[in-house]
């Protein structure tokens, strides 16, 4: 061997031990979870039950950092421009990458070139729902409806949340125009929703289904591409007419880029095997989630195609924040 092979030979056994030891001693301190939204509501229901159970594992605190403001941008800017060490890591959503990558030209980081994907761990399905005074009781007959009131009939349509582009990909697909209200938050939006003052929305199944089972809401249809457990008997958009049709809600880990692939990796494990448990499984599965669980390779898939599915629904209905 020359001198020059075995200088190289020596720098890659030096550099893979310092990352395999970097693996092995990691987290050897406090890991804090941003999650970009308030309190309360269900990213931060993932959140925590996640850093209760990596604590768990882990042996360390694994705490939950809410930061709030800006659709979810603020936190996320704030872990794009933390150290790359594992640390720090965030619970991104659907909205906060694949469709703010768009929506906000002067965003103050690139989704694909500031963070690593580390796992998307679940998703919720919202629903389709409208105010009892609709004469409607499927999806198609909505369609209908709506067709024959264009740009009459109101909806929760705050700029970018998941309730707005869900209408905005189905309204695309349906050939229909509706009349976009902005909220400030899904609270607010379903007030008016269930008094009348709103005749439809989408919205998730756990914020949807108190009011749907007290018959102040009538439920159409379902955005996964399978019915949900919690509701079986309520088809999907999918197979009321509209094939393809899928709008889920993601929630998935993120780290800042430059973060070592070993630390990526065992965190990415180690969230599989909680979302795995049978105890925690159940207890999101209850609360409406379905478990994905993905490792980087898959995650980093995910959020490419939906940047791209988001693109065009943002471009073609020129939805722009005012």
Do not use: C
Request: aromatic share 8%; net charge positive; glycine share 8%.
């Amino acid at each position: 061997m020359t001198l020059a092979r075995a200088l190289v030979f020596s720098l890659g056994v030096a550099l893979f031990g310092l990352t395999a030891s970097a693996q092995d001693a990691y987290p050897d301190k406090v890991v804090k979870i941003v999650v970009p939204f308030s309190a309360g509501g269900s990213t931060d229901l993932l959140a925590r039950s996640l850093a209760d159970r990596l604590g768990d594992i882990w042996k360390q605190s694994v705490i939950v950092d809410n930061r709030a403001g800006a659709a979810g941008i603020i936190g996320a800017d704030a872990v794009a421009k933390s150290k790359p060490d594992g640390y720090t890591l965030l619970l991104g959503t659907v909205s906060t990458h694949a469709v703010a990558q768009t929506l906000y030209p002067k965003l103050p980081y690139n989704v694909q070139r500031d963070f690593v994907p580390i796992s998307e761990m679940v998703t919720i399905p919202q629903l389709l729902s409208v105010h009892p005074s609709v004469p409607v009781h499927t999806v198609q007959e909505f369609v209908a409806y709506a067709k024959a009131r264009p740009g009459e009939i109101p909806y929760n349509g705050s700029v970018g949340t998941t309730p707005h582009m869900s209408m905005a990909l189905f309204a695309a697909r349906a050939g229909l125009k509706m009349l976009a209200i902005p909220y400030r938050g899904s609270g607010p939006a379903m007030n008016d929703l269930v008094a009348g003052q709103l005749l439809a929305s989408f919205d998730v199944v756990m914020t949807t289904m108190p009011y749907m089972k007290a018959n102040k809401l009538r439920v159409l249809g379902v955005t996964s591409a399978k019915r949900s457990p919690l509701l079986p008997q309520v088809p999907t958009i999918a197979e009321s007419g509209y094939p393809g049709y899928e709008s889920d809600v993601w929630f998935g880990l993120f780290a800042p880029a430059g973060t070592p692939a070993p630390i990526v990796s065992k965190i990415s494990n180690d969230i599989r095997t909680v979302l795995n448990e049978p105890k925690m499984r159940q207890k999101l599965e209850e609360a409406g989630f379905s478990i994905v669980a993905s490792n980087p390779t898959q995650f980093t898939a995910r959020v490419r195609d939906d940047i791209q599915k988001w693109r065009k629904v943002i471009v073609d209905a020129d939805i722009k924040v005012e």
